[in-house]
């Protein structure tokens, strides 16, 4: 069984209230794969706030109450009456069939598609507060009276008050064009304000990595893609929340060195000693941290020249492949006196996996 994955690998991504709408009626088949691979990841949490699940109990009562509308006219034989359904949608008192009728069988729906969204996809949104003892009064009143959302939450908020979470890396997915054009606007300058930071949006229609542009809300089902550009999207998002941290990727080891070296491509500018390391699967297979006794020390470049002066900042020195020599490190790996077995060498000597400063180093 793999360890717990650190804090500072794990990426938080927030839903917006019509993700989870588009999740549970499946509306979108690459959506769909993308949360769920998403959900499958250790190195992800799915959150959302309390308040979009609050938008979402209100906007599918609504859909609930139109859909039983729609039911009973045409089991009936008859054709709905589509401008009295939306005349008395938000009043939820439609004469030919009085929202009180059917809310039973509406709580029952949305209380098991909120199971859903807490159970299988395993969404946490206990971490961006909206106290329970708010939110339970609230979600009844919703559900079992005609009161909107908007009503309640005025009505609970009164009696209420807490404070958000602060988040210092949050990953937010929407469909609302308005929405995203206007946190793309905006240079950050009112969260700097707030001490808050800036999360990092991204329009299903426009998901960009690497130069690949996916959009999540076609009708075109393309499964290999999406694993795979999930796959990307996590690590760039690890090494963009880690880039103080980041510091290159896996290289190969001379074949007379295996089993004993971490090799790797320093990206960079500078590389510090006495270091504790962490090794990032480029498939997320697993995070390998390297913590030994004071750290790791006597980091070597080029071809085995010890470095003297910490930090070291590369001197570019390309050999006849136009290779910068300079920023090949390596270092010995020993874990209580011993290198370390095949399985865990085999874990940090896979080419092009990531590594980064274990941020335990500076405490």
């Known amino acids: 069984?793999?360890?717990?994955?650190?804090?500072?690998?794990?990426?938080?991504?927030?839903?917006?209230?019509?993700?989870?709408?588009?999740w549970i009626d499946r509306t979108y088949p690459?959506?769909?794969?993308?949360?769920?691979?998403?959900?499958?990841?250790?190195?992800?949490?799915?959150?959302?706030?309390?308040?979009?699940?609050?938008?979402?109990?209100?906007?599918r009562k609504v859909e609930h109450y139109l859909r039983c509308l729609v039911y009973k006219t045409t089991k009936n034989g008859a054709i709905p009456n589509f401008s009295s359904a939306l005349k008395y949608k938000n009043e939820f008192d439609n004469p030919e069939i009085r929202y009180l009728e059917v809310s039973s069988e509406i709580k029952e729906k949305i209380e098991e598609e909120l199971?859903?969204?807490?159970?299988?996809?395993?969404?946490?949104?206990?971490?961006?507060?909206?106290?329970?003892?708010?939110?339970?009064?609230h979600q009844d009143l919703v559900l079992s009276t005609r009161m909107s959302k908007e009503d309640s939450l005025l009505l609970m908020s009164s009696i209420f008050n807490d404070e958000f979470k602060e988040e210092d890396y949050l990953v937010l997915l929407t469909n609302d064009g308005q929405f995203y054009r206007s946190i793309q606007d905006e240079s950050g300058e009112i969260f700097q304000k707030h001490n808050l930071?800036?999360?990092?949006?991204?329009?299903?229609?426009?998901?960009n990595i690497e130069g690949t542009t996916i959009n999540l809300v076609s009708d075109k089902k393309e499964e290999e893609i999406i694993k795979d550009f999930t796959t990307k999207f996590i690590l760039e998002r690890i090494k963009e929340k880690n880039q103080k941290l980041y510091i290159g990727k896996v290289k190969p080891c001379p074949k007379t060195y295996k089993?004993?070296?971490?090799?790797?491509?320093?990206?960079?500018?500078t590389l510090g000693n006495n270091l504790y390391l962490s090794v990032l699967s480029k498939n997320l297979e697993y995070l390998y941290n390297i913590k030994v006794k004071g750290g790791l020390t006597n980091f070597r470049y080029g071809k085995g020249n010890e470095i003297e002066d910490y930090p070291?900042?590369?001197i570019e020195n390309k050999n006849d492949k136009g290779e910068d020599i300079s920023r090949n490190i390596s270092v010995e790996i020993k874990e209580n006196g011993d290198y370390l077995s095949e399985e865990d060498y085999?874990?940090?000597?896979?080419?092009?996996?990531l590594v980064f400063i274990h941020p335990d180093t500076f405490n």
């Not at 769909?32 to 949490?45: A, G, R, T």
């Not at 199971?115 to 909206?130: R, W």
Request: glycine share 4%; hydrophobic share 40%; aromatic share 12%.
């Open 259 to 269: 089993g004993k070296l971490l090799c790797f491509g320093l990206e960079a500018d």
């Open 30 to 59: 690459n959506l769909s794969l993308f949360i769920e691979e998403l959900s499958k990841s250790p190195f992800v949490d799915i959150v959302c706030s309390r308040f979009a699940i609050y938008e979402f109990v209100g906007i």
């Open 197 to 207: 930071t800036k999360p990092k949006v991204y329009s299903l229609k426009e998901m």
């Open 312 to 314: 070291y900042s590369p």
């Open 346 to 353: 085999s874990k940090i000597s896979q080419t092009g996996d």
């Open 1 to 22: 069984m793999n360890p717990p994955i650190d804090d500072n690998f794990r990426i938080k991504i927030a839903l917006d209230t019509q993700i989870l709408a588009y």
């Open 115 to 137: 199971k859903q969204i807490d159970n299988l996809l395993d969404v946490d949104y206990h971490t961006l507060t909206f106290p329970n003892r708010l939110w339970e009064p």
